[in-house]
Structures are given as structure tokens and as C-alpha cells.
């Protein structure tokens, strides 16, 4: 009785989103693979930049298992040694044409073929597939639900100053998570899907002090004072002030924009009726010189999904 949840899941009325954050891939990874030891298996997945990654190769038929696997390889971090960049870097700090990246992102995307071939996005039904990017040429944000899922895996973690922008046809574009870090507005026209689940990774500093316990925040139960109809875990912070920088001040400004934009989107899930389960991991940040430390995030980002059954009846 206590799984009467799970049929819930398996009717296909459930769909997982999962947020852009920097490097955030190997936390998406290990909840995933939470929710698959609690046998979950979502019939939608929809991502953006970090979250595009792994929705894509799930959705293009790589288990979690699998894609924990290709990502603990060392061999992901020589995506991130190119001869090139040492050129770009200069025409990029001097503001040049045609110059949006360090990096081509030509080996992200061989070593994506390698992994899904060249799998498309509308041919993905059992989970469909949605990923959020950035279209430069038309001036607005877009949810892909076609074309090849490697180009625009690639195109929605272009990140602005680590990745050129990418073209597919004719478009140039760039990260999802610049206006959509959190891709689900598009579900909620869907009669048929009744609960959405997001997974949002936070990475925090290395070193950074933890005020609590990790908690469970129950709706209104935090001062933050949550929408009804969110549910989140939120793994221990530090709410005393912080000073910042330059970068880390434009960095929170972003999250004040994307927060709007996320309380907007709620507010219309909770009209329709639509309920929202809202899973917030804190992770170590990571980096291309700190990919081996991956396995740790994968850890957390599994146990929020394991420790959390009991959110999800």
C-alpha cells in the first residue's frame, strides 16, 4: 500500500525536468538513477544545458546506469582540450565578429554521435523529449521537438564565452539556460500529465559553510514561503550574507530573473491544476579541471531522489 504511489508513475502522467546549472550533468545523472531504483520511469523528460544533456541521451536510449558511466570516463574532459581556443580567447576578450566561444564544441558532438548516433528528437516517444535553447537569430527562447537530439544537446549547453554559438539551420543558438533553465511551461496544455518533477542543481562553492541539516521544506513551512504546490529538498545552505564579486553578483541576478520567470510558470501549473514536485540539490562545483570529482555529485543527486519517496505519493 505504501507504493500505491508508483501505478500513479506508471500511467504516464508524469514528466521530469531537469535545470540548466554549470556542470550540474553528473547530479541530474544520479537522480535519475534514483528514480529508477524507485522504479519511476517518466514518459517525458525536458532539459536545459546541464539538464539537456542528460534528458537527451535518456531519451535517445541510454539508461542512467549507462549514462553515469560515460561520464565518470575521463576521456569526457578532452572535449575541453582544443588547439584552437588558445586563438579565440584573445578575439573573444577584443569583442570580435563570429567569435561567441572558447570552444567549437565539434568533439562534444562526435562523442554524442558516438553515444545516440543520429537519433531525433520527434522520434523519441517513450520518454518524448523537449530541450530548451536560445535562438540568437530570432531573438527568443525556444523548446526543440525536432531535429537531430546531438545538435541541440550541443546547442543548449552552449555555454556564452565556453562555446561558440551553434549553428543548425541557418539559426545560430546558444544556452537554454540564458531565458529557460527550467523548460516546462510547455507540459502544462497536456491534460494527460498531472505531476511534473524538477530536479534543480545548485552548485555552491567549494568550502562554502553549511548553517543546518539537510531539510526537507514542506509547502509554506519555509520563510521563502514555496507556491502550494511545490515541493522541495533542499540540501543545507548558509543564509548569512555573502560578498560578492563582480561575476558572482551578475551570476545572482540571473537567478532573481530565472526565480520570476519560475513563480510565473508555477502559478499557471497550479491553475490548471497541475502539481509540481520540486527537488533543490546543493552540489560542490565542478569545472573542466574537476570532472573526476563528478561521482560525489552523482551520489547526491541519486540520494535526492532515493531519500524522498514519500514526497512523490
Known sequence: MGFRWLRFFRRGHTALCLNSS??????HAGFLQG??????YPEHVAGASAGAIVAGLYAGGLAPEEIAREFLNPRLSRVFVEWQAAYRMPALMLNRKGVTGAFNGRKVQALLKEFIGDR???DCVNPSLALSVANLTAGRTETARSGLIREYIMASCAMPGL?????INGDLYWDGGIADPIPFEHWLENDRIRKIVVHQVIPIATGRKKSRKDEYIEPQSDARKSPDN???YRSGSDDSPEKFSFLSALERSHEIISDELIRLRLEMARSRGVKVLWFRTETPRLGPHKMHRGGVNFELGRRAALDNARLMK
Open 35 to 40: 528514480l529508477h531504483e524507485l522504479e519511476v
Open 120 to 122: 531525433r528528437i520527434e
Open 22 to 27: 554549470y556542470f550540474g550533468f553528473y547530479a
Open 163 to 167: 562555446f561558440q554559438a551553434q549553428k
Open 230 to 232: 511545490q515541493l522541495v
